[in-house]
C-alpha cells in the first residue's frame, strides 16, 4: 500500500486523470469534484472518494476558503487487495468483483481510525512487514463491511506494463527491455498492447506524468528535480507535457 498527503492552495482540474491503481482518497479540507461522462461526485470534506483502478475521469480540487485544499490518498496493490480477500474472516464472502465507477462513502470513526493507523505504520521504519499487512488487511476489511470491495482479477497486459515500468520511471525504456520482462518479442508486446488499443511510448509518459503529479502533489522539491526524477530531459519539456495532458502547468500546484 501507499499514501500520500496532497496538499495544494490553488483550485485546479486534472483533465482525463487516470486510476492505475486501487485508492480511497479522504478529503480533510476542501472538497474533491469529479466527473465522468455525464456523471458527477462531489466529495465534501471528512468523506471518501472510491476510486477504482481503471477509472478515468476530470478531478477538480477546490481548497476551502481559509487554509489549503489537504487529503491523503491511499492505494492497495492488487496483491494485497487478493491476499486480504482470501484471508478475509468468516462468514465467507463471494470473490471480489471491480465496482464499476467512482463512488464516494462517508467514513466512521472506525474506520477512519483504521485509515490513520495505516499510514501511520506506512511511515514507522521499525514497522514489520507483518504489522504493515495488518493494518492494511483490517483497513481493507473494514471498507468491504461499508460496501467497497475491490477486484481480485488480473492484471491486464497495460497495467502489468505500467506496474513494471514504474519501479523506475527514469529509466530510459526501450520496447525491447519491456518485451524481454513480459518473455516476448517487441513486435509481439506491440501486437498485444495495439490489440487493446495501447501503445509502449503511451504508457511510459503516463506513468512519468502520473509520477511527476505525485511528486507535485506530496513535495515541495523543485519542478526542475521532479522533471529528472521522473525521466525528462528539462523542466520545459516536462512542463510542456504536463500541461498537454492534465490540462495547466506544474507552477499551478506550487503556494505562491
Keep these: 500500500m501507499f499514501s500520500a498527503q496532497l496538499i495544494t492552495r490553488q483550485a485546479h482540474t486534472l483533465h482525463r486523470l487516470v486510476i492505475s491503481m486501487d485508492s480511497v482518497i479522504w478529503v480533510r479540507?476542501?472538497?474533491?469534484?469529479v466527473t465522468s461522462g455525464e456523471r458527477e461526485w462531489?466529495?465534501?470534506?471528512?468523506?471518501?472518494?472510491?476510486?477504482?483502478?481503471?477509472c478515468v475521469g476530470n478531478v477538480t480540487n477546490t481548497p476551502p476558503?481559509?487554509?489549503?485544499?489537504?487529503?491523503?490518498a491511499l492505494?492497495?496493490?492488487?496483491?494485497?487487495?487478493?491476499?486480504?480477500?482470501?484471508?478475509?474472516?468468516?462468514?465467507?464472502?463471494?470473490?471480489?468483483?471491480?465496482?464499476?465507477?467512482?463512488?464516494?462513502?462517508?467514513?466512521?470513526?472506525?474506520?477512519?481510525?483504521?485509515?490513520?493507523?495505516?499510514?501511520?505504520?506506512?511511515?514507522?521504519?521499525?514497522?514489520?512487514?507483518?504489522?504493515?499487512?495488518?493494518?492494511?488487511?483490517?483497513?481493507?476489511?473494514?471498507?468491504a463491511l461499508a460496501g467497497v470491495r475491490f477486484a481480485t482479477t488480473p492484471l491486464s497486459l497495460?497495467?502489468?506494463?505500467?506496474?513494471?515500468?514504474?519501479?523506475?520511471?527514469?529509466?530510459?525504456?526501450?520496447?525491447?527491455?519491456?518485451?524481454?520482462?513480459?518473455?516476448?518479442?517487441?513486435?509481439t508486446l506491440r501486437r498485444k498492447l495495439a490489440a487493446g488499443g495501447s501503445a509502449f511510448s503511451d504508457i511510459l509518459r503516463e506513468v512519468r506524468l502520473e509520477r511527476g503529479l505525485g511528486l507535485l502533489q506530496t513535495t515541495q522539491q523543485p519542478i526542475g528535480l521532479i522533471a529528472h526524477e521522473v525521466g525528462f530531459a528539462?523542466?520545459?519539456?516536462?512542463?510542456?507535457?504536463?500541461?498537454?495532458?492534465?490540462?495547466?502547468?506544474?507552477?499551478?500546484?506550487?503556494?505562491?
Aim: aromatic share 8%; with cysteine.
Design 29 to 33: 479540507q476542501g472538497h474533491k469534484t
Design 42 to 54: 462531489r466529495i465534501a470534506a471528512g468523506s471518501l472518494l472510491i476510486a477504482p483502478r481503471g
Design 65 to 72: 476558503v481559509q487554509g489549503p485544499y489537504q487529503a491523503l
Design 75 to 143: 492505494g492497495f496493490p492488487l496483491a494485497l487487495i487478493q491476499e486480504a480477500a482470501t484471508a478475509a474472516s468468516a462468514p465467507p464472502r463471494p470473490p471480489a468483483a471491480k465496482p464499476l465507477d467512482w463512488a464516494s462513502l462517508r467514513p466512521d470513526a472506525e474506520l477512519l481510525a483504521a485509515i490513520e493507523r495505516a499510514c501511520a505504520t506506512q511511515q514507522r521504519p521499525d514497522a514489520s512487514a507483518r504489522l504493515q499487512w495488518l493494518r492494511q488487511a483490517e483497513l481493507l476489511e473494514l471498507l
Design 158 to 187: 497495460p497495467e502489468q506494463l505500467w506496474q513494471h515500468l514504474s519501479t523506475d520511471p527514469v529509466q530510459p525504456w526501450t520496447l525491447a527491455q519491456a518485451a524481454a520482462h513480459f518473455a516476448c518479442s517487441p513486435s
Design 234 to 256: 528539462s523542466a520545459s519539456r516536462f512542463a510542456s507535457a504536463f500541461r498537454a495532458r492534465y490540462g495547466f502547468l506544474p507552477s499551478v500546484l506550487r503556494d505562491k
